[in-house]
């Protein structure tokens, strides 16, 4: 037993003092079996006797070989890996549709692998093609751009793409996302129903589709309203820090020349605004200054005034997308696009709320 240790650990020295990745080979010699002896250990172990199968994976793992899925799913035809793609991971919105995706992937046997682009499409890039090199099934992305010229260009390779929080061209790919335009119409329409007449829409890059789309609402708003104005406050981004930077511009104003209600493009900027009116202790909310957000993320309820948001289905936006691109691995030539629209629901709370 001591010569065949003695061997065995020999054998193992040498594999691991290579420059190269520990191979299918180095195993089967380190474990003295054939090479098929090793695929079906790592894939039927059952059909490998116990004893066998103890060498193997003790050869594995003291030569801490790691497997090529890449390779083995692509010989096999298909994988258990999707790909996700969203604009900013560490805001809440996105971070739950990436669990709704997670948690349908999870009940279908599939794995999921998250990328942040932080709105840069070059970055986008390496992660689509990244996911493109370990062969996954498919990509769901939240586009930094358009999305038109990436998806096109996928599709030309026969990638599977799904676009999540953005529509597309039935003729295209699939999609699932909100109505926004609806969003931003009808949180503007609860502020003048409110009697507000000085709104003022925080928000931005306004390159961002979702921002565009719920300023577009929020204009069709103002243009049946009388009376009404609207301006626009852009954001250097769609964070909290961003919202307070608004917030205190605001504060600095003389009070005749603030705004009587703000409709942020997403809950991190409503938050941060709210924080510079509380934290200044000039502006008092909703009395003088009446606050909607959009998201309904999970501490909007539990911010210092509770928020009033626009309500998206983030989860089930994740979980769809799973079940489009899914659909399409299934049923190739004979799937169809679809494109799923959700509308979306104002919460109301006391940052809006007339008292």
């Known amino acids: 037993m001591a010569v065949v240790l003695k061997s065995f650990n020999r054998i193992a020295r040498v594999a691991m003092s290579s420059n190269s990745r520990p191979s299918v080979q180095d195993v089967a010699r380190l474990a003295g079996v054939a090479v098929g002896t090793v695929s079906n250990a790592m894939n039927n172990p059952e059909k490998v006797r116990a004893e066998t199968l103890d060498r193997v994976n003790k050869a594995i793992a003291q030569l801490g070989f790691v497997r090529n899925d890449a390779a083995r799913q ?11 793609v969203v604009l ?28 942040n682009s932080g709105n840069d499409e070059q970055r986008e890039g390496k992660y689509i093609n990244l996911f493109e090199e370990q062969r996954m099934a498919g990509v769901l992305v939240s586009p930094s751009g358009s999305g038109t010229g990436l998806v ?3 599709k030309s390779k026969g990638f599977r793409t799904v676009l999540v929080d953005r529509m597309a061209d039935a003729d295209l790919c699939c999609s699932v996302g909100v109505d926004d335009v609806a969003g931003g119409r009808t949180a503007v329409q609860h502020l003048l129903d409110q009697g507000r007449k000085n709104i003022a829409f925080v928000g931005g890059p306004l390159n961002i589709k979702q921002v565009q789309d719920r300023l577009a609402g929020a204009r069709e708003a103002i243009a049946g309203n009388a009376g009404a104005n609207l301006r626009i406050l852009e954001s250097s981004a769609m964070t909290v820090l961003a919202g307070r930077d608004i917030g205190d511009q605001i504060v600095a104003l003389p009070a005749e020349q603030r705004p009587d209600a703000i409709f942020a493009a997403n809950d991190l900027l409503a938050v941060g605004v709210l924080q510079a009116f509380v934290f200044k202790a000039q502006i008092a909310v909703p009395e003088d200054v009446a606050i909607v957000g959009y998201d309904d993320i999970d501490f909007a309820q539990t911010a210092i005034v509770a928020l009033s948001s626009v309500q998206q289905p983030a989860a089930a936006i994740g979980a769809t997308a799973v079940d489009l691109l899914v659909d399409e691995v299934e049923n190739g030539a004979e799937h169809k696009h679809q494109q799923v629209t959700f509308q979306p629901e104002l919460v109301i709370r006391a940052s809006s709320q007339s008292t």
Do not use: C, H, W, Y
Not at 90 to 109: H, I, K, T, V, Y
């Open 152 to 154: 096109s260009n996928l």
């Open 74 to 84: 692509l010989k096999a035809g298909k994988s258990q890996t999707i790909g996700l």
């Open 88 to 115: 900013d991971t560490s805001n809440p919105f996105f971070a739950e549709l990436g669990r709704g995706a997670e948690d349908r992937a999870m009940e279908l046997g599939l794995s999921l692998l998250v990328g």
